[in-house]
């Protein structure tokens, strides 16, 4: 179990407690902040491909499903994709998403974010340009 005490000059402010699970190669599977008091239980699972990029992170919040983010590379292990939704049964979370795209050299060519109002993606926003963002 890890701690983080925080504190506003001499006066404690509040103590974080958080404790995880790790698999052989080191990835972080598990986050759990069980013990933290004043605030809810959260748990956040996470997993991997086989090149260590992270899939699927997912969150319970004092026992509650809460968010699923998503997560998609190319061939070359770049995010191309993420999109976060709400799980079966859980707290209601706003369905959004973004997708990127790059050029040769690993540049941003583009960046498209997007919100799922319905049963359809609307986008929202769209960068093109000279990779900059």
Known sequence: MNKIRLRRGAERVSAIHWSGQREQVGRQLTVDNNGTSGVPRVILTSVYDAASNRTRLSAAVGGTADFENDYTF???????????????????????????????????TSVERQVKPSSTWDEVATFAGNSRL
Request: net charge neutral.
């Open 74 to 108: 190319d061939d070359m292990n770049r995010m191309t994709r993420v999109e976060q939704i709400g799980q079966g049964g859980g707290n209601t979370v706003a369905s959004k998403g973004a997708n990127f795209a790059y050029n040769a050299l690993s540049q941003f």
